[in-house]
């Protein structure tokens, strides 16, 4: 990395890596382009994190047009190993987190990835049950219930809005432990054996304040996740309402013949 790119933050391809990028070959310029940077991020020349040099540098350093360079990398942002974020520019990521459909949790997932999970806790809040809450979690209108709403991020680039509401047993956790730990960790650090759950999977348009927690474009849709989780002995130890980035989450679902 040269020390401009240094002094930036951008990581600076080197030029050797787009030796052998033929202009007469009928392979499109832009997909050759898209296919060295792609070596280069599957092999760990960019890592996880790396913010790519812009367009216009990149395009001047290989002799090529601004909207081939573009085109190149808006391949890898299709493929979920680029993401675009307003205000930081081209940013690295592992690809899309593929998630099966199983009983663990978001931070699980990612840390059996490779990837680094970081929380921003958005609100922590204690509140009486409503009937459709008691209803839902099998306990009395009016317990204690606590509601946390999450912000969870892979590698910094952020992935998922956690919303999530816990009965009486729960609602001490604190705002450092939900900051530094997956909630199914701090549930099993508490005696509970996470045992079976009701789950439905969706998709949705965005809301603002979800696109300005994803960092999404206008209009932009969201997977969405909501589950109860029970216990060992038949208890709902939890309720999530989550929803995810679609360019860089997938859920994968293994159907058997009955």
Request: charged share 25%; hydrophobic share 35%.
């Amino acid at each position: 990395m040269s020390n401009e790119a240094a002094t930036t933050g951008e990581a600076r391809l080197p030029l050797g890596l787009f030796v052998g990028i033929d202009r007469s070959s009928p392979v499109p310029l832009y997909h050759q382009v898209s296919e060295r940077i792609e070596k280069a991020i599957r092999d760990d020349t960019l890592p996880a994190g790396s913010k790519l040099e812009n367009e216009i540098s990149l395009g001047h350093r290989l002799g090529l047009s601004r909207p081939t360079v573009r085109r190149a990398i808006q391949e890898l942002v299709d493929k979920g190993l680029l993401v675009r974020r307003r205000g930081v520019g081209t940013q690295v990521v592992h690809g899309p987190v593929t998630r099966n459909v199983e009983l663990t949790s978001l931070y699980e997932d990612l840390e059996r990835s490779a990837q680094k999970p970081t929380t921003t806790l958005l609100s922590r809040r204690v509140e009486a049950a409503t009937p459709e809450l008691a209803e839902t979690l099998g306990i009395e209108v009016g317990s204690p219930t606590l509601h946390i709403s999450r912000l969870r991020s892979a590698d910094g680039v952020p992935l998922a809005v956690l919303d999530n509401v816990l009965p009486e047993p729960f609602v001490e956790l604190t705002e450092d432990e939900l900051i530094q730990h997956g909630l199914y960790q701090l549930l099993r650090a508490r005696g509970v054996t996470m045992r079976i759950a009701k789950q439905r999977i969706g998709a949705r348009t965005a809301s603002r304040e979800e696109e300005r927690l994803l960092d999404l474009s206008g209009g932009a849709a969201v997977l969405t996740m909501s589950r109860v989780a029970f216990d060992a002995t038949g208890r709902a130890v939890e309720y999530g309402r989550h929803c995810y980035r679609p360019d860089l989450y997938t859920f994968e679902i293994t159907l058997v013949e009955r």
